[in-house]
């Protein structure tokens, strides 16, 4: 075996020494391969990071100056082996100030990781400075150039690297697992083209470095990874230097990379116990076992106590009489308290009886009075006001962040799908062949295009603040947040890979790989953007940047929906997102918002029905939720008024007791379950009134829901209290006020305990800290107080007129008219009475039927029990909207195709230390940092994501920024902040640097909130929220807010 992969190893090497052509033909120890610099690659059309090409010079190393050797300790320590009279090098000193712009940007990236950065900073100083380049290089290419003072040049344009395969996967190995605190992925994925993280490998991860086109690279560089144990021969010697193992420290003052960005590194953690498994006994629901063996408990102690009786009697066929015992002194109390309302009822019901009108006068203007205060009601639709208790510990956290960051962005998207539309194979010359969805067509993105032009220039009117909205007053700018422009503000979809620009999505151009000649266009484009969206330049020929228009990256999973595994082109829905500012309410500029979003309602409504026939069009705005349940509750009014009216025939037409025909219109009681229905409304609108008084806000539950049940509880009372009084006959000498009194003596006491009851039930309902709940149940306590306190009053007077309408026999509603004076013929009929007395009654009371009524309640009470515990906890937002409404076809899009969680912050509060190293130390993620610092223990809940439901996601302290933290005070180390200046001068305002120096008002407050943010709810591949913009305002412009 060992003799096969020598022979192996010899006939590759002889093949890679063969296919190039040789411009370094000494490859020697101390030797170089090239020396100093020859100007710009004339290959290369842009670069990110401009830089010389050296000059070819197969020639001995050369004795380092002071001054190189002073830089060469701080870029390329490794390289040092002495003083300036025994280190050579390989590299002028223009070559080394460029190496150490070019480390100092790689190193912002891997910082977090030393041993990374140092073993990836120690591929490109041993390509560049070491004194034995020409043992491990290979110039292949080189161009024929003139200096200004025409001396002739020999530019090196293309070399071959050639690594030993350890020292390259060791140095892969311990930068795969760096993480991007901003993004929540991986530094690979910057690193890595079009292969991003997850098909990174150590060979392709060195192609990307030196490919010209990345946008970085100014010559082309072939990476030949050489199997361990073979040679190339031709005198090359692969380069095989230390690389240092992602948990291994550089030295005794340096840490090793952190869990976070290193798997070595992270401690042993015990996984947090699962959710509980169901209750089962055996392989049946323990639950139901339960309730079942319950059920049969309760009905086996019934029959048998039926049983007993039944012998019992029986047996004393003649049982003897049972003497009478004195009532006890819980029996005398309640017997003297019933008197004493009863009395008090009596007299109270005579004296509205012989005054019904004053009565009546009283009762209007009190209730009236009381419903004044509905002009002062302040309704409540915002579900976190609702649902969330003030006191709450989430409220709290709400209210905490939005303090000190301002509300979280206001949402709002469109879902498009193709159902229907063919998928297409497509084969890229550069990247392979890809099929894409029938969604991903340049006929569908020209059309996502037209509609985000269309909102580019919708502008709305506020009609409050008497302005006319842009699009640019109200969204997030994360990049120019002061005068932000329409190009500034953040929208995720997926043409901002093309700049939102439709010359760029027509763009094609000519492209060679190796032998092969084809065109590139907009799909080549898109294959890169989607495995690399940090990209600034992209590898094809087209030179497109993947960054959206306002500078941020687009992340795939947030712009495209329905992918199967990474198959990003296979996507079946794009999904356009739109990031709001949130205003406070109180703010003039909510209006504003507001108003915009209603003409995006409007906007993406006409584009659904405008391209029904082709794509399906699902959208919602931030204010959608509000709008449908307010829209809801304006439907409800026809079925509230509908049910009402149904109430009042039933009570109309059930309350009456009619003799003959004659006198129907005598002895219906319209009238009277008129005045019922305006007793239940009035204490309704009453209670409604006293609590806007006093400044409690209602809700539309309100509205919708005390009514029916005032009406409920309102409607018993009327049939109790009148058709008493239709069964009481009256007494020799009584006259109808005394008659009236009477009757209410005997059914108000009991009328004033089940009301005062009620009243308790739902004043101990108002415990409860949920606003929605808290409310509801004062408002029901109330009404119900007042319903009783009306119908002690009001409808007692209504009930005198009626009698006294009906002894006159005179017309119901129209009582100028009668048939003349003359009392009923006999008792009159009701329409349930003798249905029950007949039939139901003696049904239910029969011997046998009263078991089986006994065990059937038995059976449902159970059930019940059963059934409520089954009853899952939670509101889901679907619940809540209309059958109709558009935004069921907007849940049902999201959860089918999106593929990220919402977002979660931890936020620290005021208070915390931030100035000291052990502040740093106990939040911070990178090397260094407390094993059990804030950031590491969310990293360590998130390996177990299906018991906290957390993923990865970036990481935005604000401000400083401690998980991005180079030195333990935040700043910026100085070369990378050159790194940046030269970056940000390539680019303009396009490129957001991925560190951030804190403000100069942050150095005085270092005692301030801070945020970070996972996300939470799903990882990419399942369906749940997504984040609305793949960069924070904490992480592009940091502020310290107090």
């Not at 083209?193 to 010209?212: E, H, I, P, S, V």
């Not at 032998?515 to 799909?523: L, M, Q």
């Not at 998980?963 to 935040?970: A, D, E, K, N, P």
């Amino acid at each position: 075996m060992l003799g096969s992969s020598a022979l192996a190893g010899a006939v590759f090497g002889a093949l890679l020494v063969l296919v190039a052509p040789s411009l370094t033909p000494m490859h020697r120890a101390g030797y170089c391969a090239f020396y100093g610099e020859c100007g710009r690659n004339p290959e290369v059309n842009m670069s990110l990071v401009p830089s010389n090409v050296p000059c070819l010079s197969n020639t001995p190393a050369r004795v380092a100056t002071r001054t190189v050797l002073n830089m060469l300790r701080s870029v390329c320590p490794e390289l040092v082996r002495g003083d300036n009279e025994t280190t050579r090098v390989c590299c002028s000193l223009g070559q080394l100030v460029a190496l150490r712009l070019s480390v100092a940007l790689s190193g912002t990236v891997l910082s977090r990781c030393p041993a990374c950065a140092r073993n990836f900073a120690n591929l490109y100083c041993n390509n560049i400075c070491s004194p034995d380049q020409s043992l491990f290089t290979n110039v292949t290419r080189i161009v024929n150039r003139t200096t200004a003072l025409g001396r002739p040049q020999l530019a090196v344009v293309e070399y071959q690297c050639f690594y030993r395969r350890d020292f390259a996967d060791a140095s892969f190995d311990s930068c795969k697992g760096v993480r991007l605190p901003a993004t929540g992925g991986y530094a690979i994925d910057t690193m890595c083209g079009r292969y991003g993280a997850r098909l990174c490998t150590t060979q392709r991860w060195l192609d990307f470095q030196g490919d010209k086109n990345n946008g970085l690279a100014p010559l082309q560089l072939d990476f030949q990874l050489v199997p361990n144990g073979t040679q190339p021969g031709d005198g090359i010697v692969p380069l095989a230097t230390k690389a240092w193992r992602c948990n291994q420290a550089l030295s005794t003052q340096e840490q090793p990379c952190s869990c976070q960005d290193c798997a070595e590194s992270c401690p042993p953690v015990v996984a947090p116990p699962g959710p509980p498994p169901p209750f089962r006994l055996g392989d049946a629901d323990g639950a139901l076992v339960l309730c079942g063996l319950l059920f049969g408990l309760l009905a086996l102690i019934f029959i048998l106590s039926l049983l007993f009786r039944s012998r019992r009697v029986k047996k004393d066929a003649t049982p003897a009489p049972v003497p009478a015992r004195a009532p006890g002194c819980a029996t005398r109390l309640g017997d003297a308290s019933h008197h004493l309302l009863a009395g008090a009822f009596c007299r109270w019901g005579t004296l509205v009886a012989l005054h019904p009108v004053v009565v009546l006068v009283v009762v209007v203007v009190v209730a009236g009075g009381l419903s004044a205060g509905l002009v002062t009601l302040q309704l409540t639709t915002d579900p976190v006001e609702l649902w969330s208790a003030p006191g709450s510990r989430a409220r709290q956290e709400k209210a905490f962040h939005d303090q000190h960051f301002g509300p979280f962005f206001r949402t709002n998207q469109v879902i498009v799908t193709a159902p229907g539309r063919p998928s297409t194979s497509y084969e890229s010359v550069v990247l392979g062949a890809k099929n894409f969805s029938g969604v991903l067509s340049e006929e569908v993105l020209r059309v996502l295009l037209e509609l985000q032009e269309q909102l580019a220039a919708t502008t709305a009117w506020a009609p409050v603040s008497g302005k006319e909205v842009t699009l640019s007053d109200i969204c997030y700018a994360p990049l120019n947040p002061t005068q932000p422009g329409l190009g500034d503000c953040c929208i995720n979809s997926v043409t901002q890979y093309f700049q939102n620009n439709s010359t760029r999505l027509a763009m094609t151009a000519t492209q060679a790989d190796g032998k092969v000649t084809g065109t590139v266009d907009w799909r080549d484009h898109l294959i890169y953007c989607v495995n690399s969206p940090l990209s600034f330049k992209d590898i094809t020929a087209l030179e497109l940047s993947c960054m959206a228009a306002y500078g941020g990256p687009v992340f795939p999973y947030i712009a495209l929906g329905g992918y199967p595994d990474s198959e990003y082109t296979q996507a079946e829905a794009l999904i356009i997102t739109y990031s709001l500012h949130n205003f406070p309410r109180h703010d003039p500029r909510h209006e504003w918002v507001l108003s915009w979003e209603q003409r995006f309602l409007e906007v993406v409504g006409d584009f659904q029905r405008a391209h029904r026939p082709n794509l399906s069009v699902t959208f919602m705005a931030e204010r959608s939720l509000e709008d449908e349940i307010n829209r809801t509750t304006g439907e409800d009014i026809p079925v509230f008024a509908i049910s009402y009216l149904v109430v009042f025939a039933y009570i109309a037409l059930a309350l009456g007791e009619y003799t003959a025909w004659r006198r129907v219109l005598v002895e219906s009681k319209v009238t009277l379950a008129l005045g019922g229905i305006a007793v239940v409304l009035g204490a309704v609108f009453a209670a409604m009134g006293v609590l806007a008084l006093l400044g409690l806000p209602s809700s539309l539950i309100i509205l919708e829901v005390v009514p029916f049940l005032v009406l409920a509880v309102g409607a018993d009372n009327i049939f109790i209290f009148v058709q008493e009084y239709q069964q009481s006959q009256r007494a020799a000498g009584e006259t109808r006020e005394q008659h009236i009194g009477r009757v209410l003596a005997q059914v108000a006491p009991s009328t004033l305990l089940c009301s005062l009851s009620e009243v308790i039930c739902f004043l101990l309902g108002a415990l409860s800290s949920m606003p929605a709940v808290r409310t509801f149940a004062l408002t029901a306590a109330l009404a119900i107080a007042f319903d009783f306190l009306l119908q002690m009053s009001g409808f007692v007077a209504l009930l005198a007129l009626d009698a006294r309408r009906q002894e006159a026999a005179r017309f119901d509603l129209c009582c100028c008219c009668g048939v003349g004076k003359g009392g009923p013929a006999g008792p009159g009929a009701g329409l349930l009475r003798p249905l029950l007395r007949r039939y139901y009654t003696p049904l239910v009371l029969h011997r046998r039927v009263r078991p089986v009524v006994v065990l059937l309640f038995l059976f449902l009470g159970c059930a019940g029990l059963y059934l409520a515990l089954q009853v899952p906890v939670g509101l889901d937002q679907e619940l809540a909207m209309p059958e109709d409404s558009y935004m069921l076809q907007y849940f049902a899009a999201l959860n089918r195709y999106l593929a990220v969680g919402v977002p979660t912050y931890f936020v620290t509060t005021g208070g915390y230390d931030f100035s000291s190293t052990n502040g740093t130390n106990g939040i911070c993620s990178s090397a260094g940092c407390d094993a059990d610092s804030l950031t590491h223990t969310i990293q360590y809940a998130t390996r177990f994501p299906n018991v906290p439901f957390l993923c990865p996601g970036p990481t935005w302290p604000s401000p400083p920024p401690p998980g991005w933290m180079i030195s333990s005070t935040g700043s910026t180390p100085p070369a990378a902040a050159a790194a940046f200046t030269s970056l940000a001068t390539t680019l303009g305002s396009s490129a957001p640097p991925p560190v951030m120096t804190p403000p100069a008002s942050s150095a005085s407050k270092s005692r301030g909130a801070r945020r970070w943010r996972s996300s939470s709810g799903s990882c990419p591949g399942s369906s749940t929220t997504a984040p609305p913009c793949s960069a924070p305002r904490a992480a592009w412009a940091p502020t310290t807010r107090q």
